[in-house]
């Protein structure tokens, strides 16, 4: 029997519990800081050679040159032309839907003109140069490649530069595909904390990136923590994560599966359901014990259940959102007959899937909205990653001879209470020069 934690926000000791069930590590292994230290120092010495010693080591490929680790577009163009009818035709849906959904998100340049002609905007340019990392080898992500590659392009991003590690050569032709239909100009079969680091410094193959976005494992993790700084990032993910409100109407297989949706990704993933009625929840728990066992990742699941998942009764559906409030998950789903009721009592979430018909599994892939989210609670202060994190905005000032004395007399007053007599003579000059 699996033991997923049960308790009710009625205990005496429900907050100590919940408190208990959010908290997660995330201080990063000192060995693998160090190990990606020397990585990094490495390859911002030494460039290609370094990323191909590493290469050779970590990923057991026999190349003595970058030039072979990097893919031409008729290779990536092969491995869309040699996809199935239907995994083509699912990629291209799903490329169209986020597409589309990016496309609204366009900040535009704007400025105007002030009563006294001072002239102020805002130009809004893309980023010139992004890499994208995407895992590779079995733990292979194509929607990863849609999810960050689209708002970039979108974006008006010049160069996209992507890199996937190919343990063993092996090469995963969804991912290929993917970059193909997406317009990726350039692919690197590297990864790791060496391929952060070409992308971060440039190697004498590699061009420097302005920004690096995409998923990866500790030691990918810990690289853009440190090269931070140097390039933009996206996030430093946490935990995969669901919480689920639900009035006890949708089926308890429905509920039960979207709790593995997530809890499949690894051990350290969180599943917990808020829903009013005991009964129901019951059910939940027996759906869960009838369709573990039929889970190919079952061991991850249940290891995942049983170490941060929950099922909690709450007092009512008021309640539900608040406590939903307070832990600010990733994904938010509504699992509820009248759900677009209560999408106003939602103020921190990364992605609202709401009724019982909207599965998470469906903003993953193809939904639109981008599946990269805020974790570990920080929903309450960021975002979804989309065409803005691809974006630059440049203020734009242009003031007047006659609007340069007015604003020259307050910036004057102001610097001199900060004590900085240079600021304030500067705008003083303008102030006096002739009319």
Same mark, same amino acid.
């Given at each position: 029997m699996i033991a997923i934690k049960?308790?009710?926000?009625?205990?005496?000791?429900?907050?100590?519990?919940?408190?208990?069930? *959010?908290?997660?590590?995330?201080?990063?292994?000192?060995?693998?800081?160090?190990?990606?230290?020397?990585?990094?120092?490495?390859?911002?010495?030494?460039?290609? =050679?370094?990323?191909?010693?590493?290469?050779?080591?970590?990923?057991?490929?026999? +190349?003595?040159?970058?030039?072979? *680790?990097?893919?031409?577009?008729?290779?990536?163009?092969?491995?869309?032309?040699?996809? #199935?009818?239907? @995994?083509?035709?699912a990629l291209e849906a799903a490329a169209s839907r986020v597409r589309s959904y990016h496309q609204r998100q366009l900040l535009q340049?704007?400025?105007? +003109?002030?009563?006294?002609?001072?002239?102020?905007?805002?130009?809004? $340019?893309?980023l010139d140069r992004v890499g994208l990392y995407v895992p590779g080898g079995k733990?292979?992500? #194509?929607?990863?490649?849609?999810? !960050?590659?689209?708002? =970039?392009?979108? =974006?008006g991003v010049k160069e996209l530069v992507m890199v996937v590690p190919t343990p063993g050569g092996e090469r995963n032709p969804l991912v290929l595909a993917a970059a193909a239909l997406v317009g990726v100009d350039r692919v690197f079969c590297i990864g790791g904390a060496q391929a952060?680091?070409?992308?971060?410094?440039?190697?004498q193959t590699v061009p420097q990136v302005d920004k690096i976005v995409g998923p990866g494992n500790a030691y990918v993790a810990a690289a853009k923590r440190r090269v931070f700084g140097v390039v933009g990032i996206d996030m430093v993910a946490g935990?995969?994560?669901?919480?689920?409100?639900?009035?006890?109407?949708?089926?308890?297989?429905?509920v039960a599966m979207d709790l593995f949706s997530q809890a499949e990704h690894d051990e350290l993933a969180q599943s917990i359901l808020l829903c009013p009625?005991?009964?129901?929840?019951?059910?939940?728990? @027996?759906?869960?014990?009838?369709?573990?066992? $039929?889970? #190919?990742?079952?061991? +991850?699941?249940?290891?995942?259940?049983?170490?941060?998942? =929950?099922?909690?009764?709450?007092?009512?559906?008021?309640?539900?959102?608040?406590?939903?409030?307070?832990?600010?998950?990733? &994904?938010?789903?509504?699992? *509820?007959?009248?759900?677009? !009721?209560?999408?106003?009592?939602?103020? &921190?979430?990364?992605?609202?899937?709401?009724?019982?018909? $909207?599965?998470?599994?469906?903003?993953?892939?193809?939904?639109?909205?981008? &599946?990269?989210?805020?974790?570990?609670?920080?929903?309450?202060?960021?975002?979804?990653?989309? +065409?803005?994190d691809f974006q630059k905005r440049t203020s734009l000032i242009r003031v007047s001879q006659a609007a340069s004395k007015t604003l020259g007399r307050i910036a004057s007053t102001l610097a001199k209470g900060e004590g900085l007599p240079a600021h304030a003579r500067s705008a003083e000059y303008r102030v006096e020069s002739g009319s």
């Open positions: 049960r308790f009710s926000s009625s205990d005496a000791d429900f907050r100590q519990r919940l408190d208990a069930l *959010l908290a997660f590590e995330s201080a990063q292994d000192e060995s693998v800081d160090l190990a990606v230290a020397s990585i990094l120092a490495d390859v911002k010495t030494r460039g290609d =050679a370094a990323v191909v010693d590493y290469t050779k080591r970590f990923d057991r490929l026999d +190349v003595q040159s970058m030039l072979e *680790l990097e893919l031409s577009r008729d290779e990536l163009q092969e491995a869309l032309n040699g996809l #199935p009818r239907d @995994q083509r035709e340049s704007w400025q105007y +003109v002030d009563e006294d002609d001072t002239l102020l905007g805002q130009k809004v $340019t893309p733990a292979s992500y #194509p929607s990863s490649v849609l999810m !960050n590659a689209i708002p =970039a392009k979108v =974006a952060i680091g070409a992308l971060a410094y440039g190697t935990p995969s994560e669901i919480l689920i409100i639900c009035d006890g109407k949708t089926d308890p297989d429905w009625d005991a009964a129901y929840i019951d059910r939940v728990a @027996q759906s869960i014990e009838k369709l573990l066992p $039929t889970m #190919p990742r079952r061991e +991850v699941i249940r290891a995942s259940l049983e170490n941060r998942g =929950a099922l909690i009764q709450v007092r009512d559906l008021d309640e539900a959102c608040a406590i939903a409030n307070r832990i600010a998950p990733e &994904h938010l789903e509504l699992s *509820l007959a009248d759900a677009e !009721n209560w999408v106003e009592k939602i103020d &921190h979430a990364g992605a609202i899937f709401i009724g019982p018909y $909207t599965s998470e599994s469906l903003g993953d892939y193809c939904a639109g909205p981008n &599946h990269v989210l805020p974790t570990s609670g920080s929903a309450r202060f960021s975002s979804p990653l989309g +065409v803005y």
